[in-house]
């Protein structure tokens, strides 16, 4: 059976005249490394080591209608396996890029913080849509996702705007990712990546996190 990937991301925006406009953040670059040495594991081991990663690593839940919770864990490890190099270069181009603007305003621990629950809810959305069903999942998407979230309480209702435009903003911002999402997942497989499906669920599950969180993790970092 393919993987369900958790993962079609937007291609990434084009840089300015002047170069990059923002510098890597340490919490962001951690992620990125991490992710490179999981998909080099995949891509470079022997074969028989390479299933063991995915089998063991990849988000199964449910399997012949059964449920094994002692696989709870993938929820994690299923973030850093990929399904090709686009698959792995679009997350690791935004976890680099909208990560690190998001990172200025939480700081490193916060930004993980938002960065693995973000990821857990996006694969708990994705479980509770195919609830008993065997689904296979791998990707970091519902992580960049909440990445987005958060990024829309910064770039489109900014901090200063009167609250009632601010809300209207994110309501426009929502219906407009959620509508992008689907239409991504409409298309299927992108080139590079190995034949699956697109599950949208872990990505408006991870979106719908960070947008939640990212209110109440700055406060807590404004107040300290």
């Known amino acids: ?61 449910f399997v012949d209608g059964q449920a094994h919770w002692d696989r709870l864990y993938t929820l994690v490890t299923s973030m850093f396996l990929h399904d090709g190099w686009l698959h792995f270069g679009f997350n690791a181009f935004w976890v680099a890029t909208i990560g690190s603007l998001v990172h200025r305003f939480l700081g490193p621990w916060r930004f993980l913080l938002l960065f693995f629950l973000g990821g857990i809810a996006g694969g708990l959305a994705l479980v509770l849509g195919h609830w008993g069903e065997t689904v296979i999942a791998i990707g970091a998407s519902g992580a960049v996702f909440a990445l987005l979230g958060a990024a829309g309480h910064l770039f489109v209702a900014r901090p200063g705007d009167d609250p009632k435009e601010r809300l209207k903003r994110l309501g426009a911002f929502v219906l407009v990712m959620m509508a992008l999402n689907l239409a ?15 599950a949208w669920e872990a990505h408006a599950g991870g979106f719908v996190a960070g947008l939640l969180l990212f209110p109440v993790l700055a406060r807590r970092k404004k107040s300290m």
């Open 184 to 198: 991504f997942a409409s298309f299927g497989s992108l080139p590079g990546a190995d034949e699956g499906d697109v």
């Open 1 to 61: 059976m393919p993987p369900l990937l958790d993962a079609r991301t937007p291609p990434p925006p084009r840089q300015g005249p002047n170069g990059p406009a923002l510098t890597l953040a340490p919490a962001p670059l951690a992620i990125v490394l991490l992710l490179l040495v999981a998909f080099a594991a995949q891509r470079l081991a022997p074969g028989a080591l390479a299933q063991w990663i995915f089998v063991h690593g990849a988000l199964v839940i």
